[in-house]
RNA sequence: CGGGCUGUGGCGCAGCUUGGUUAGCGCGCUUGACUGGGGGUCAAGAGGUCCCGGGUUCAAAUCCCGGCAGCCCGACCA
């Protein structure tokens, strides 16, 4: 066993022969590593509502069942996955000086009107499951931050007790809209969340720093090639915050990437760079031209008006009417081959808002005329290009063009307002950046006073007296999802190939026709008994099926080392030794060390 | 929340258009025999409210109406 990369204190060196590992797992000798008797049947062929390869190999091993659209049951197999994945989080969150504890999963009501977030519970960004009982009304808890909060808040007094970082592996429950691809995206899911509460900001600044670099580690060790990329908060709130994102085919989430420098962030929060202050208007152009465009209200209708090959998207300006998260009206431009990115809490003009603003005409709106009416002009830094542009023209069934920034309308406030794409600026170094496409494995957040400053007794005595509350910060990593995440990240066409890391046995033992070979049979089970006496993690194939089956299912299985005893092997003394990750063969003395039998 | 597709033994599917006796096939399962280094062969079995509820009909898996569930695309999304 090789120790994995980017380890580092007390988690470095090589995994021990002895069983420091599977905690909570099947007792060492269990009958349970005989394959005859443990729960696990393998399918040909998946079911039909797996669509990505994961949740196939993960269904056909045997690993995981669905109980309902997004809830799964964990299997044996997938039990030990999951235990190995979560033993690894709690060595590198207790090195880093973590405490666990176990918070509810069902918390009253009333903490979250208490946070104001219960409001969100109708909406997307937090869809909670509510459930009525004796004792009142519950939530079936979709994060933590509201019960953290109050319970250290009920045990911390004193600065002398900070800083203070906790964290449990619970089970939380999101009303999924659409649950999708196996573990990725579930309506109940085991999550590991951490919470750090500190005296002030730059405490923690720097408890937040000791808990992100616990998650690298924690990713290196599984083996996953994670990327810490800068995000919105959404429902949790905060100024910092960063995902951690595994560039992954089945990802639901892209992040911009820049080839040059370091910068890295979520499409959702990307900025873009390489545009130079805007030019003044020339002014020996010609005035802007009004044009009756009759039912052109998009884009796309008004490219097809022109009707002329040198008028593209890029030629017209995308003119968008918002209200911001002041409730204020905002006219958003971007570059009409832009798709537009709107800061959080902003939405789009509804009919009574143009009511209200009748200088903006819906399904003509553009950037003229907007002085003194309330309406404050913000534009994408792409808007700053010379040259003139095809506009709205704030009157029902007409467009202009030849309009000029500095001329025929104005700018109040500049910014990154278009979605980013492949071969953008970066912001920071202007080379081009990569959009990637990711599964999003963690998110941690640098919430500061957001829920002390408003949950009872989340506050505590400073140095000087004073009363102050907790600086938090909150980090949640999707163990299920790691599940899924790994197994898409290794698997070849005949199955699972497990990291040794997260493996749910360390060696797959085969016995080849035991059942009419008494010295076969013999040979297997005392390897068998020497390899759990040295501590080793065995699952052992003694069934009588033949072995094709056996070969198949140890492909698919994934376990790193496959040992088979045959007779062939037998006769020669030897058992043949297979990495299931390089196929690589070779044959090992059967009576020799331990230790031979292992990974390379 | 919009659009589309699908519900038939544990799993994967056919049958439905054009209603008609005992609803088929593959995998899996049971028993037996043969076999024995990449999901082997043969034989005999078990296992089904054809998603649910109404309706049409002499007769419904099949046609009609209404539900429910699952999946996909989109919207949305700690």
Not at 537 to 560: C, H, M, N, Q, T
Request: net charge negative.
């Amino acid at each position: 066993m090789r120790a994995p990369p980017g380890t580092g204190g007390v988690s470095s060196g090589a995994r021990p022969v002895s069983p420091s590992r599977g905690r909570g797992s099947v007792p060492v000798g269990s009958p349970a590593m005989r394959m005859s008797r443990l729960l696990v049947r393998t399918l040909r062929e998946a079911p039909a509502d797996a669509e990505v390869v994961s949740h196939q190999l993960l269904v056909r091993g045997g690993f995981i069942r669905r109980l309902a659209s997004g809830v799964y049951t964990f299997l044996p197999l997938g039990l030990r996955v999951l235990h190995n994945i979560e033993a690894i989080i709690r060595e590198e969150l207790d090195a880093a000086g973590c405490q666990e504890l176990l918070l509810p999963a069902l918390h009253p009501l009333e903490l979250w009107e208490q946070s104001g977030r219960a409001a969100l519970f109708g909406s997307d960004a937090l869809p909670a499951m509510q459930v009525e009982g004796r004792g009142g009304s519950f939530v079936l808890g979709p994060t933590h931050e509201e019960v953290v909060t109050v319970t250290v808040g009920g045990e911390v007094d004193s600065y002398r007790q900070l800083p203070l970082t906790v964290y449990q592996i619970q089970v939380k429950f999101r009303d999924e809209a659409r649950p999708r691809f196996g573990l990725l995206r579930t309506r109940e899911l085991i999550m590991a969340d951490a919470y750090s509460f500190d005296v002030d900001k730059e405490a923690m600044q720097a408890s937040y720093g000791v808990v992100y670099d616990a998650y690298l580690r924690i990713f290196a060790r599984l083996g996953l090639d994670v990327s810490p990329v800068e995000a919105e908060s959404g429902a949790i709130g905060g100024d910092v915050n960063h995902e951690f994102m595994v560039p992954s085919a089945v990802g639901e989430d892209h992040f911009v990437r820049c080839r040059a420098c370091g910068y890295a962030a979520n499409v959702e929060a990307a900025t873009r760079g390489g545009f130079g202050d805007p030019v003044a208007p020339d002014a020996s152009a010609a005035d802007a031209v009004e044009h009756h465009t009759p039912d052109r209200p998009g884009i796309d209708g008004v490219v097809a008006f022109f009707d002329d090959p040198a008028v593209t998207h890029a030629d017209l300006l995308k003119s968008l009417a918002v209200v911001d998260a002041d409730g204020n009206a905002v006219l958003v431009l971007v570059p009409g081959d832009r798709e537009a990115r709107l800061p959080g809490g902003w939405r789009l003009f509804e009919e009574a808002d143009f009511a209200a603003h009748p200088s903006l005409v819906k399904g003509y709106i553009g950037p003229g005329g907007q002085q003194d009416t309330g309406v404050t002009v913000v534009a994408d830094v792409g808007v700053a290009r010379p040259g003139s542009w095809i506009t709205g023209a704030n009157r029902a069934d007409h467009h202009l063009s030849g309009v000029l920034l500095g001329r025929d309308f104005e700018v109040d406030v500049w910014g990154s307002y278009a979605e980013v794409v492949t071969g953008d600026a970066c912001p920071r170094c202007g080379a081009e950046v990569d959009l990637v496409r990711s599964v999003e494995a963690a998110h941690t957040f640098q919430l500061g006073t957001k829920y002390s400053d408003v949950m009872t007794g989340a506050s505590f005595v400073a140095e000087d007296g004073s009363e102050a509350a907790f600086s938090m910060g909150c980090y949640g990593m999707g163990v299920s999802r790691l599940l899924s995440v790994v197994a898409e990240e290794s698997h070849d066409d005949r199955g699972l190939v497990w990291p040794a890391s997260v493996a749910p046995f360390q060696v797959h033992l085969a016995a080849l026709g035991a059942g009419r070979s008494p010295e076969v049979g013999g040979a297997a089970d005392a390897l068998h008994d020497r390899l759990v006496a040295a501590g080793v993690e065995v699952l052992y194939d003694d069934r009588d099926v033949s072995p094709g089956v056996k070969f198949a299912d140890a492909d698919l299985l994934g376990i790193p080392v496959r040992l088979v005893v045959g007779g062939k092997g037998l006769a020669r003394g030897i058992v043949e030794w297979r990495s299931r990750a390089t196929g690589e063969e070779r044959d090992v003395a059967l009576d020799g060390p331990v230790e031979a039998l292992l990974a390379p």
